[in-house]
């Protein structure tokens, strides 16, 4: 008993440190202090079932009770799309986190703290357009800037309404749009610039 409370008094001060941890790193942990991968597993679960340990997605674990860790599982990865359009004050709605990573994972509506958030796939060539902010004096993460994430709107399919679309209009770099938008390829390119110039302000 008393072996089991040391190890949790030097698991949670070496793994509260950081946003998240995965299980390869915990098992690592117990291999240090002589225990083995079936320890591990019954220690973290046992943390679980106590509430000091909360689940992010299969293998990474935080002991930060925030939805802004979600996106460091699936590096590499930014928050955009809608939730990009609410944090960069272009949406009046609030908005889920949406994260788009490079891995191949199944997109679609995941939950971490009884929270909802979006995963989707962006290709390789694709990633990049974000920036690193600071998000409740702790954490720093990715976030797509405002040029990047109306381009991903329009790649995804996804609906923009007139009062966002005049936002976007005032907040965008015409230029950064068009040298990103080459890099989603010709059509694309050339779908952008048709939907800024012939003033398409909604599109699904």
């Known amino acids: 008993m008393g072996e089991h409370l ?3 008094k030097e698991f949670i001060s070496h793994f509260s440190r950081f946003p998240l941890f995965s299980f390869s790193s915990a098992k690592l942990f117990f291999s240090f202090h002589g225990s083995n991968e079936v320890y591990a597993k019954k220690f973290i679960s046992n943390m679980l079932k106590d509430g000091r340990l ?3 997605t299969k293998g990474y674990y ?3 009770k925030s939805i802004f ?3 460091l599982a699936y590096k590499p990865y930014y928050y955009g799309l809608e939730y990009a359009l609410t944090y960069h004050g ?3 709605q ?3 986190i949406t994260v788009l990573t490079t891995q191949k994972v199944r997109e679609g509506v995941r939950s971490a703290f009884g929270i909802n958030y979006v995963l989707k796939r962006i290709p390789q060539r694709l990633f990049f357009g974000f920036r690193s902010i600071n998000v409740e004096a702790k954490y720093n993460v990715h976030i797509s800037d405002v040029e ?3 381009l991903d709107m329009v790649y995804f399919d996804r609906y923009i309404g007139a009062d966002t679309m005049e936002r976007l209009a005032e907040r965008m770099d015409l230029q950064k749009v068009s040298k990103y938008a080459k890099l989603y390829g010709e059509d694309f390119s050339e779908k952008v610039a048709s939907i800024i110039k012939g003033g398409r302000i909604a599109m699904r």
């Open 90 to 92: 272009l949406w009046n």
């Open 6 to 8: 040391k190890y949790v």
């Open 94 to 96: 609030q908005a889920n």
């Open 62 to 64: 935080s002991f930060n």
């Open 54 to 56: 909360y689940r992010i």
């Open 148 to 150: 990047k994430t109306f």
């Open 69 to 71: 860790v979600v996106g």
